[in-house]
């Protein structure tokens, strides 16, 4: 390392040298003997030589500039990524504001459907026994015609879940068939909107089909409420969420599933409400 630091050292000082006895060579030649065959060789030989004297000599200078170039350049580009990334972490920020906004919206879309039709009162009642047996979901409640329930009445869960349709009525008790039982059809809508369809019983879990909308897909999620079609049932009472989808058609997950069913309120609404 040191033999060639003195090298570069040597080199530099015979540079030096040169350069500085080319000027009185030159003043020579072109004032006291003005050869010009020895003029256009000169130059041949000076401009070369004044080139490598010139790079020995400002190399250091080069490469500092160099250095103070990369090193600007370096800057500039750490400032680009500070803004780049407050430019991504501000439209994260915007991202999940938008996210928090739409299931806000969700949920008072929901609650929107929910407050469409209010009933009259409610029958508190219990289940005193049930059928889930070969495809069939039904059960008995304590309540019958001499509480006000009635053929038709829509039953729901203790936490506002559309478990199933009255379909006997006794003085002391009544029959409610489940939304899961084989021969349940009931007319539903996607919640916040203006799909409409049905959903029917298949024994073990229901499925949401027949769209109002052909080109409607549906997408795990996605809330079902009661559409109160032709007044057969109030409008805008939940009963679950999608939970896998075919090809058109959805399969649903109760919010009243039926082994979870105990207490239960019968929907009295009065005649102008449009249900029967």
Not at 104 to 112: A, F, K, P, S
Request: glycine share 10%; with cysteine; charged share 20%.
């Amino acid at each position: 390392m040191i033999s060639k630091v003195g090298t570069r050292a040597a080199e530099l000082v015979r540079s030096g040298i040169i350069a500085a006895l080319l000027p009185v060579f030159l003043l020579y030649v072109f004032l006291d003997k003005p050869d010009y065959k020895i003029a256009n060789a000169t130059v041949g030989v000076v401009v070369p030589v004044a080139k490598v004297v010139g790079d020995g000599l400002t190399w250091p200078f080069r490469a500092i500039g160099s250095v103070a170039r990369g090193i600007r350049e370096l800057a500039a580009a750490q400032k680009e990524n500070e803004e780049l990334r407050a430019r991504l972490y501000r439209a994260l920020q915007r991202q999940n504001e938008c996210d928090i906004l739409a299931a806000e919206i969700q949920r008072l879309e929901g609650q929107i459907d929910l407050a469409r039709e209010i009933p009259q009162k409610t029958i508190m009642a219990r289940v005193i026994y049930d059928n889930t047996a070969f495809s069939r979901n039904t059960f008995m409640i304590s309540k019958g015609t001499d509480a006000g329930v009635r053929t038709g009445m829509a039953v729901v869960s203790a936490d506002g879940f559309l478990a199933g349709i009255v379909t006997d009525a006794h003085p002391d008790f009544a029959k409610v068939r489940g939304l899961s039982d084989a021969k349940s059809s009931i007319p539903v809508r996607v919640a916040g909107s203006g799909v409409y369809g049905f959903l029917t019983g298949g024994g073990t879990s229901p499925v949401f089909e027949f769209f109002s909308d052909q080109e409607f897909s549906p997408s795990r999620g996605i809330k079902l409420v009661s559409s109160g079609i032709k007044g057969n049932l109030p409008n805008g009472v939940p009963i679950g969420t999608v939970r896998r989808v075919g090809k058109k058609f959805a399969y649903v997950k109760l919010g009243a599933p039926p082994s979870k069913i105990h207490d239960v309120m019968v929907l009295v609404f009065d005649g102008n409400d449009g249900y029967k």
